[in-house]
């Protein structure tokens, strides 16, 4: 049975039949997706198990300048398990449309981790959506730097997860297969919404009111520019804080914001402290007294 969808940007109708592997994600996740290349713009097509098309969206296009996701082997190399996406044929979308497809709480999950230098995992069934995805983050990071490798099966996403950094895309299947993941390792499923602790959501504070701010500036440019300046301030700020906790074991808030910025804000020390703790393990409860026990930590 073929499930067939109209595309509204263009009116082409298109029709695919889903596999058992769709249905097998569409019963685990509640909708599979396919997406189709019309050019200019990309149309998803989302489905359930019963092969009813839940709902429809089309991505617009952004011509852009190639951005580097991993250099290209130079030489000839042994073979590895480990295989980087290029993305000179895989097209960005706008930042306002990145949103409508990811959700805010996704989109600022994902920001941070790659700011923390840590391993995001992006699942889906349509692995050129994932692609186009990882491109368009990749451009917000600026020059914060983050490879994006391609984890086909269980086999390969295992060993993959336990790179240190950058994006590894992979199938909803395979992800199904290999069960839970570390927790130091950020999974954004394109297909099914995240449910953030409170915890969770007040680390992600900082990114969420940035998104929120670049959804209502003016034009794509100073949007994407925005984001920018947040992340790298954000790397700057967490980078200072892993130097300072790698040479003291513990210390007062007080000195440690000192160290770290004086001029840090409340949003981003909650930053720091999700960051530190969820992708780099540090207990910062134990490495970062706060309150009055501060005053009696030598310094």
Same mark, same amino acid.
């Given at each position: 049975m073929s499930i067939r969808a109209t595309c509204p940007t263009c009116g082409k109708v298109e029709e695919y039949t889903p596999d058992e592997e769709d249905i097998k994600v569409a019963k685990a996740r509640g909708v599979a997706s396919i997406s189709f290349n019309h050019g200019?713009? &990309? =149309? %998803? /097509?989302?489905?359930?198990?019963?092969r009813k098309v839940r709902r429809t969206t089309t991505l617009k296009v952004?011509?852009?300048? !190639?951005? $580097?996701i991993a250099k290209?082997?130079?030489?000839? @190399? !042994?073979?590895?398990p480990r295989r980087a996406v290029p993305v000179k044929e895989v097209p960005t979308m706008p =930042?306002?449309? #990145?949103?409508?497809? #990811?959700?805010?709480?996704? #989109?600022a999950l994902m920001l941070v981790a790659l700011t923390a230098?840590?391993? &995001?995992? /992006?699942?889906?069934?349509s692995p050129d959506l994932a692609k186009s995805v990882c491109s368009t983050v990749l451009s917000l990071?600026?020059?914060?730097?983050? &490879?994006?490798?391609?984890?086909?099966? !269980?086999?390969?996403?295992r060993p993959a997860l336990s790179k240190p950094s950058g994006m590894v895309i992979t199938e909803h299947g395979s992800l199904i297969a290999i069960g839970d993941v570390p927790s130091? &390792?950020?999974v954004i499923d394109l297909e099914t919404s995240i449910k953030l602790s409170r915890k969770e959501r007040r680390g992600l504070r900082a990114m969420l009111k940035a998104i929120e701010k670049a959804k209502k500036l003016r034009?794509?440019? $100073?949007? /994407?520019? =925005? %984001? @920018?300046?947040?992340? /790298?301030?954000? @790397?700057?700020?967490?980078?200072k804080a892993l130097d300072v906790l790698g040479k003291m074991d513990r210390i007062g808030e007080t000195v440690f914001k000192r160290k770290v910025d004086p001029a840090i804000t409340p949003d981003e020390l909650d930053a720091l402290y999700f960051a530190l703790k969820r992708f780099k393990g540090i207990d910062v409860s134990k490495r970062i007294v706060r309150g009055p026990a501060e005053f009696a930590v030598r310094f």
């Open positions: 200019d713009h &990309v =149309f %998803i /097509v989302f489905f359930d198990a019963s952004v011509p852009s300048r !190639p951005t $580097t290209p082997a130079e030489e000839a @190399r !042994p073979p590895s =930042f306002d449309d #990145l949103c409508s497809l #990811l959700g805010e709480e996704k #989109l230098n840590a391993r &995001v995992v /992006v699942a889906s069934s990071m600026g020059p914060v730097e983050a &490879v994006v490798d391609e984890a086909l099966g !269980p086999e390969e996403l130091h &390792v950020a034009g794509e440019a $100073t949007k /994407v520019a =925005f %984001i @920018r300046s947040k992340v /790298v301030r954000l @790397r700057m700020l967490f980078e």
